[in-house]
Nanobody, 123 residues
Framework: QLQLVESGGGLVQPGGSLRLSCAAS????????IGWFRQAPGKEREGVSC????????VYADSVKGRFTISRDNAKNTVYLQMNSLKPEDTAIYYC????????????????WGQGTQVTVSS
């Protein structure tokens, strides 16, 4: 079982920034594509951004392109999601995940999930 731990969520005003971190425990991230997903109340979980195992390729949802940046530091066994120009509609629980369908930035039945971190964008 791959264990992932998210951190960095919180309350931020519209236009503000947050950086989420996803740390792996008990395994190395080096060989895994990693994705960030989010779920807002009453909505299905959606893929936000995904990054290939070496970090050379990334995928973004249209709704976050130009505002969010995914990156990884394999030496620190951590993946990041820098979120800028945040909007109220970005409010959701954000999850990181391993064993994903990278090119589609989607999960499947074998995906391993972290516990999630709440992001709230409100004035």
């Amino acid at each position: 079982q791959l264990q992932l731990v998210e951190s960095g969520g919180g309350l931020v005003q519209p236009g503000g920034s947050l950086r989420l971190s996803c740390a792996a425990s008990g395994f190395t991230l080096d060989y895994h594509a990693i994705g960030w997903f989010r779920q807002a109340p009453g909505k299905e979980r959606e893929g936000v951004s995904c990054i290939s195992s070496a970090g050379r390729n990334t995928v973004y949802a249209d709704s976050v392109k130009g505002r969010f940046t995914i990156s990884r530091d394999n030496a620190k066994n951590t993946v990041y999601l820098q979120m800028n120009s945040l909007k109220p509609e970005d409010t959701a629980i954000y999850y990181c995940a391993a064993n994903i369908l990278f090119r589609l930035c989607r999960s499947h039945s074998g995906t391993s999930w972290g516990q999630g971190t709440q992001v709230t964008v409100s004035s």
